[in-house]
């Protein structure tokens, strides 16, 4: 690599956090004119780096160098003024205000001169059509936030960065939300971006994108850097083998469960009172692993909420072994054999300062009483220590507080947690998102051994091999509606994209 | 609802009792309002109605810096106790010279337009402590108001020795601020409705049009990407205090006069009465939105019903009950519009 082309230089970057080494001389060097992509597992510094180069975290050592000269940000507003710009996959946004309000948040152009703080509406509204207009965005400036769309606010988030003419801009997980049609246009205004000179740091899982979007990749693992690539001269094995640091032969365990004949619950026609699920209707069998496909906000998490009676039904029919259900609220679903595992683990499953036996028992209280009314340690803690075996949950005791513990291991506690009310249909929602994967394996044969055990499962997830690895038959939804069912056994990933853009 | 028509019965009734509940407060009112009139029926005759106004001027600049708290997605509960503080300082700057027991015997009454700005830097203090405490320690605006406002009214309490003061000058009451614009028939419209209005028109220029107004909103909305973006958060929050502030003090202004002297209840409970007209005005407790049109309304009706009970001769006592109800009635009619339904 010559020099001159080199737009950003990151080297020897190291990040220490209370106990954890985050970055171990981490490096990363983008050339003009490309897209260049970062990955690595959750954890594997990714985010640490990139706060690093906007500021947000300072760097314990380390030098980073835009064209040849050194800088150290010391907040996101200054980067973004060197032109280093950053699309976070959480956008943050001011939802109540309008379009050209966020894109120029912090900077209004102001009326005549400028020496008075008045805003002049009209300067701004031109900025941004213009913006618009450069990168073929069909969005109207003055359209209020919190009423579009997240792959329109996000196409304005990347406006934003173009708006700043920056010359690095990060695209963090871009596509989560995206439908095909808006992952095409996205990858034009990359192209488009790469052609002008810029250097894209594009951060995904997805292997399928990366090998095509980009010139080079570069692999983390653990805060260290591991190796810098062409794409083109790299596999998908090859990928995960330098991401994972060992052969990974199987990433999923045999599918040995028996699918028994008998229905364990019937779905008829089931269409949501406040978001956009409509008449979904299937049948689930016992022992079963049901995957459900779809890009985001296609109805997938409303569908396990609308079953467990968490959200709201407009209409629609329930019936479990044959018999009608309400499932009108999670305590009643709860009663009658479900368990929810919900999709946002910090938000709605642990409680992050409460410890790993409080966490385990939360949901089966009442079976741990004496005397009707007073809660029995002994008992707490024998089913606690039950879950902590079966789940092979890694922990120093039962009274560690939850939050201290790896992702992967949070999710066993709350899986721990379900199967201690004895459910017989378990709803899970990405319950291996933010894992490593290592772990995964872990939860891919825990729900194995529990569709074994005759158990019946249901699981949302957004990537697709996992689907594929796992369930034996995939519901697709999209739009809302159900668009389709495929066997995992036969079917292909395009075949499951083609169902999830039918109504989307 | 584009196509309205459309619906389905069951649909069109729910559509049609949302509506409601989205205007309900509005819609409660006025129906109160009708029943008044029905009761008494010199509620809408011209005094009346330029009395309620007048009253609307008078609590009208307090609601607006209560509003830019709340659309900063806070509160604050020092308006009234600084309205009592600066109403004690005005009223003991201008007080009559000669006048019998004269707090600050050796003073002439200095140019009004001094004591405006004085009143006014004062409140501005208070509320540069309450943006300095709330945007540099992260204090709950809660919290940091309700000491500002024990601390104000501790110190109104000590310097006046909780002395009475009244014998205003009149170039301050009758030739100023209650100087007579013109009349409606036989009632007159006082100078502060001019002054309310002059103030309403600032302010809706600094929210709409300035730099600051747009910040204000935008940390409400979202403090976090306000930073990213380079927002200067910190000061953002202490200008919208202190702004607040400078309101407060101006309302303590004009109440010495209209009341003619200060006493120790004066402000009392004036920045809940403030924060109910507020919340009636659509201007939500979730942070980031708000109309000044909105805010004008809310204290409009406000003033509608307490006019209205005065006329229908409820007591003082239940007056209270009353405006708790609304202010809860309020919050949950708002709240309905922002929780997300499952």
């Known amino acids: 690599m010559a020099e001159q082309n080199i737009l950003l230089r990151m080297e020897g970057i190291c990040k220490t956090f209370p106990g954890v080494k985050a970055l171990d001389n981490a490096q990363l060097t983008v050339r003009k004119g490309t897209v260049h992509a970062l990955m690595g597992e959750n954890g594997a510094g990714k985010s640490t780096l990139m706060k690093c180069l906007f500021g947000i975290y300072s760097k314990d050592a380390g030098h980073i160098y835009l064209d040849g000269k050194e800088i150290n940000f010391k907040n996101s507003r200054e980067a973004l003024d060197n032109g280093v710009a950053m699309v976070h996959q959480e956008l943050n946004q001011a939802l109540k205000r309008n379009v050209m309000d966020n894109i120029w948040l912090g900077r209004y152009p102001k009326m005549g001169s400028g020496k008075l703080p008045v805003v002049s509406e009209k300067k701004m509204y031109d900025a941004t059509m213009k913006v618009f207009d450069e990168l073929g965005v069909k969005v109207n400036p003055k359209t209020v936030m919190s009423t579009m769309p997240v792959s329109q606010r996000q196409m304005v988030e990347i406006a934003k960065a173009v708006s700043f003419n920056s010359k690095i801009i990060v695209l963090d997980e871009p596509t989560s939300s995206l439908t095909e049609t808006e992952v095409e246009h996205l990858f034009e205004i990359i192209n488009m971006l790469r052609d002008r000179g810029c250097g894209i740091i594009y951060i995904s899982h997805k292997m399928e994108e990366i090998l095509r979007i980009s010139d080079d990749v570069t692999i983390m693992r653990d805060g260290q850097y591991i190796a810098t690539r062409a794409a083109k001269d790299l596999t998908m094995d090859e990928i995960i083998r330098l991401m994972v640091g060992r052969e990974l032969t199987n990433r999923f365990p045999p599918k040995d469960n028996v699918v028994s004949n008998e229905n364990i619950m019937e779905v008829q026609g089931i269409t949501a009172m406040y ?160 894992i490593d994967v290592g772990a995964k394996y872990e939860i891919y044969q825990l729900i194995l051994d529990l569709a074994k055990q005759g158990k019946s499962v249901i699981m949302v997830s957004s990537e697709m091999p996992e689907l594929l690895g796992v369930c034996n038959r995939i519901l697709v939804m999209s739009g809302g509606r159900l668009a389709g069912e495929v066997n995992a056994d036969t079917a292909t990933q395009e075949e499951i994209m083609t169902l999830a853009a039918k109504y989307a | 609802m584009q196509n309205f028509k459309a619906l389905s019965n069951k649909d069109k009734g729910r559509y049609i009792a949302n509506w409601m509940l989205d205007h309900a407060m509005i819609i409660i009112i006025i129906l109160m309002a009708i029943y008044v009139q029905s009761q008494k029926p010199a509620f809408f005759k011209i005094p009346s109605l330029v009395n309620i106004l007048s009253l609307t001027a008078v609590r009208l600049p307090m609601a607006l810096g209560v509003a830019g708290c709340i659309i900063l997605a806070g509160t ?23 006048a019998s027991g004269k707090f600050l015997p050796n003073l002439t009454p200095p140019n009004l337009l001094l004591v405006i700005l004085a009143v006014m830097a004062i409140g501005a203090i208070v509320g540069l402590v309450n943006g300095f405490c709330m945007g540099k320690f992260k204090l709950h605006p809660f919290i940091v108001t309700l000491a500002t406002q024990m601390i104000t009214y501790g110190v109104y309490l000590t310097v006046s020795g909780s002395k009475q003061i009244s014998s205003l000058d009149t170039s301050y009451t009758t030739s100023f601020v209650t100087k007579s614009l013109f009349k409606i028939g036989p009632t007159s419209v006082p100078m502060y409705v001019l002054l309310a209005i002059i103030l309403t028109a600032i302010v809706w220029f600094i929210w709409n049009k300035t730099t600051f107004g747009k910040n204000m909103f935008a940390v409400g909305s979202n403090e976090e990407a306000a930073r990213v973006s380079g927002v200067n958060v910190l000061l953002t929050i202490v200008g919208v205090f202190m702004m607040a502030g400078a309101l407060y003090g101006y309302t303590g202004f004009v109440e010495a006069a209209r009341l003619g002297g200060s006493t120790a209840t004066l402000g009392l409970n004036y920045e809940s009465d403030a924060i109910a007209a507020v919340v009636i005005g659509g201007v939500s407790f979730v942070g980031g939105t708000g109309k000044i049109s909105g805010v004008i309304l809310g204290v409009f009706m406000m003033q509608l019903i307490m006019s209205g009970m005065t006329f229908l001769g409820i007591s003082g ?9 609304v202010i809860l009635v309020a919050c949950i009619l708002d709240m309905r519009k922002y929780m997300v339904k499952k």
């Open chain 2, 76 to 98: 604050d509960l020092s308006g009234g106790r600084v309205a009592g503080l600066t109403a004690f300082i005005s009223a003991i700057l201008l007080q009559k010279a000669g």
């Open chain 1, 275 to 434: 978001s956009h699920l409509k008449d979904v209707s299937f049948s689930l069998k016992k022992g079963e692993i049901l995957g459900v496909a779809g890009l985001d906000s296609s109805g997938r998490t409303e569908l396990l909420e609308n079953i467990f009676g968490y959200a709201t039904r407009k209409s629609g029919k329930l019936f479990k072994n044959g018999k009608p259900i309400g499932n009108k609220t999670s305590r009643e679903s709860i009663q009658n054999g479900f368990a929810l595992l919900t999709e946002e683990r910090r938000a709605t499953g642990i409680f992050g300062i409460l410890n790993i036996q409080e966490n385990t028992v939360i949901s089966s209280l009442k079976k741990y009483l004496n005397y009707g009314f007073v809660l029995s340690n002994k008992k707490m803690a024998e089913k606690t220590k039950w879950s902590i075996d079966a789940m092979h949950i890694k922990t120093p005791s039962q009274k560690t507080k939850i939050r201290s513990l790896s992702g992967g291991n949070q999710q066993k506690v709350i899986l721990g947690r379900w199967l201690l009310t004895q459910p017989d249909i378990l709803l899970l929602d990405e319950p291996t998102r933010g």
């Open chain 2, 317 to 325: 006592n239940v007056t209270y009950i009353i405006k708790g109800a």
